[in-house]
């Protein structure tokens, strides 16, 4: 798919265990030039219910906060395929205990200070490492999220070719939101800590991507309700989800859709890293 600059494009808050208290939250919008207007923000509180989403035609490009790929020294180590659709089905036959017990290994036998390995993209991105199992437990939303991509069919650039009309990203929220707000927290999933401090950031961070105050050149387009609504989810799945959108918005008309040339195919690459 060529670069556009007028497309629909979506923004994934992923969860591992959608439910009805902690869905899968996604933003939807138009990229009109180098504005994005949201359009809708919805909740799948299931697997399957993404499973579907995910079928929807196109043309379109997500950005989803999952990671797409294991670091190549851990897929090494363990003697894992090294080819991605090969790994990502040998990952997907595996159980959550299989993969902990494997990932538990690799760390209890490495000095402290380096205990987790490390995809390429993480440092300039400042995410966590795709093989941790807890705070937060992205290997298991890599378990969970990418088989159903793949079954899906849709064109993961750099990883599988699929449904160009259909591009998945994966995006990381945190990353942008820091260019706005720094290192100040803005969610929290545990009530007692719904703070005034983290609705002030939040409000921070809506304002800056309404006035185009990031490297991505885009600003945003909301309805009074939609501000509301986003300053309000004190969870701030519904911003992440946002700012998923953006990162897509903007990677739909980079070369490669923003992939560096020497990116790792094993590994990937997230959005603006």
């Known amino acids: 798919m060529k670069a556009m600059t007028d497309i629909t494009v979506f923004g994934v808050d992923f969860t591992s265990a959608p439910r009805r208290v902690k ?9 009109h030039g180098s504005v994005v207007r949201l359009s809708a923000l919805t909740a799948l509180d299931s697997l ?31 003697g894992w395929p090294t080819d991605y659709a090969a790994l990502m089905a040998h990952y997907a036959g595996l159980s959550r205990a299989e993969i902990r017990d494997r990932f538990a290994a690799f760390c209890n036998a490495r000095p402290v200070g380096a205990k987790f390995a490390h995809r390429a993209c993480d440092g300039p991105a400042g995410s966590s490492t795709s093989m941790k199992w807890v705070n937060p437990p992205v290997a298991w939303m890599l378990h969970a999220g990418m088989p159903r991509l793949i079954a899906a069919g849709v ?13 998945a990203l994966e995006a990381y929220p945190g990353l942008l939101a820091r260019e706005l707000v720094g290192r100040r927290s803005y969610k ?4 007692a800590a ?17 006035q185009g ?20 989810d004190a969870s701030g799945d519904s911003l992440d989800a946002v700012l998923a959108m953006l990162q897509a918005a903007w990677a739909a008309q980079q070369p490669r859709y923003s992939w560096p040339e020497d990116v790792d195919p094993l590994e990937g690459w997230i959005v603006g890293a």
């Open 23 to 31: 869905p899968i939250r996604i933003a939807a919008g138009q990229r």
């Open 48 to 78: 399957d219910a993404f499973s579907a989403w995910l079928a929807r035609p196109g043309p379109w490009v997500a950005g989803l906060d999952l990671p797409f790929g294991l670091p190549r020294e851990l897929v090494e180590h363990l």
């Open 155 to 167: 064109h993961l650039p750099g990883h599988l070719v699929g449904d160009e009309s259909r591009v």
């Open 188 to 191: 929290s999933d545990t009530k």
């Open 194 to 210: 719904h703070t005034p401090e983290r609705l002030i950031a939040r409000k921070d961070i809506v304002e800056g991507l309404e």
């Open 213 to 232: 105050r990031t490297r991505l050149g885009l600003r945003l387009k909301l309805s009074h309700a939609q501000r509301d609504e986003l300053v309000a």
